[in-house]
């Protein structure tokens, strides 16, 4: 069983950074992607970026230049760093961990862009 906890979400002024974490636990593949992904309120869920295990990787055209994925400096961590955000940022932030059998998602972390 893989588990995902993301921390890190809160609130940020516009043009501010704020980190958002994901933790992985479990029993993983040795070849997986891990990406994280937003839903705003009264939206559908999207697409932010991802990272594979050969660090190919992508982003969202509105998180290129702002946001940056990593794997942190702790392992089975994918973290994500948000860079002048505005307030369309405002979501809940989920990481996902996908490998060939499953895909597996974490509870998501508040941010909010505020001033």
């Known amino acids: 069983q893989v588990t995902l906890e993301e921390s890190g979400g809160g609130l940020v002024q516009p043009g501010g950074s704020l980190r958002v974490l994901c933790t992985v636990s479990?029993?993983?593949?040795?070849?997986?992607?891990r990406a994280w992904y937003r839903q705003a309120p009264g939206k559908q869920r999207e697409f932010v970026a991802s990272i594979s295990t050969g660090n190919s990787i992508t982003y969202a055209n509105f998180g290129k230049g702002r946001f940056t994925i990593s794997r942190g400096n702790v392992k089975n961590r994918v973290d994500l760093q948000m860079t002048n955000p505005n307030p369309d940022d405002t979501a809940v932030y989920s990481c996902r961990h996908s490998e060939s059998r499953a895909q597996y998602w974490g509870q998501g972390t508040q941010v909010t862009v505020s001033s």
């Open positions: 479990g029993n993983v593949d040795s070849t997986y992607v």
